[in-house]
Antibody, heavy 125, light 107 residues
């Protein structure tokens, strides 16, 4: 069975940093692009970042560009999100999600077929 | 960015009702549209992709239609397990975006 398990969330002060991890199992990790999607308390879904199966191509929402870095270690079947210069508005549950294709194209890429259970990040002093 | 607008924001319905949710894109997205279901405290679940293709394991009472800028999600006969929030998502660009969600409540 496909499993995605996030970890690394917690309470951090504004301006601080945090690294999220997503451990994948049940599929050949390197052949799938992956994403991070977040949901602020009581709000809707916001795609944050995506990465190709090889890790070469990465994309970011404008709201996090320059502050967040997505990466992956295919030898460890793990996806990461390094979050720096955190702001109160980054408070959310962060989900990792799988895309059923390896590469990233201009259209048709980011269908998200499996999701983790999420990890809560709270940015507050 | 491509903006996605869902209507209504909240929908009250009874078990057995036919329910339709609408999603409109701010520009042509062809058929690159997905629908997700989310229950409180849970991760979203993919229901439909490519506007009308049912994800494996999703009940056939769910269906999707549309192309271009206007799309619909239909539940043919609402079941108790279907009370949830539904999101549309475009994936026509490098930067996918979601609608604001439609909460389906018990009438």
């Amino acid at each position: 069975d496909v499993q995605l398990v996030e970890s690394g969330g917690g309470l951090v002060q504004p301006g601080g940093s945090l690294r999220l991890s997503c451990a994948a199992s049940g599929f050949t990790f390197s052949t799938y692009a992956m994403s991070w999607v977040r949901q602020a308390p009581g709000k809707g879904l916001e795609w944050v970042s995506g990465i190709s199966g090889s890790g070469i191509s990465t994309y970011y929402a404008d709201s996090v560009k320059g502050r967040f870095t997505i990466s992956r270690d295919n030898s460890k079947n793990t996806l990461y999100l390094q979050m720096n210069s955190l702001r109160a508005e980054d408070t959310a549950v962060y989900y990792c999600a799988r895309t059923p294709r390896r590469g990233i194209a201009a259209t048709g890429t980011w269908r998200l077929d499996y999701w983790g259970q999420g990890t809560l990040v709270t940015v507050s002093s | 960015d491509i903006q996605m607008t869902q209507s209504p924001s909240t929908l009250s319905a009874s078990v057995g009702d036919r329910v339709t949710i609408t999603c409109r894109a701010s520009q042509n997205i062809s058929s690159w549209l997905a629908w997700y279901q989310q229950k409180p405290g849970k991760a979203p679940r993919l229901l439909i992709y490519r506007a009308s293709t049912l994800e494996t394991g999703v009940p056939s009472r769910f269906s999707g239609s549309g192309s271009g800028t206007d799309f619909t999600l239909t539940i043919s006969s609402l079941q108790p397990d279907d009370f949830a929030t539904y999101y549309c998502q475009q994936y026509n660009s490098y930067y996918p975006t979601f609608g604001q969600g439609t909460k389906v409540e018990i009438k």
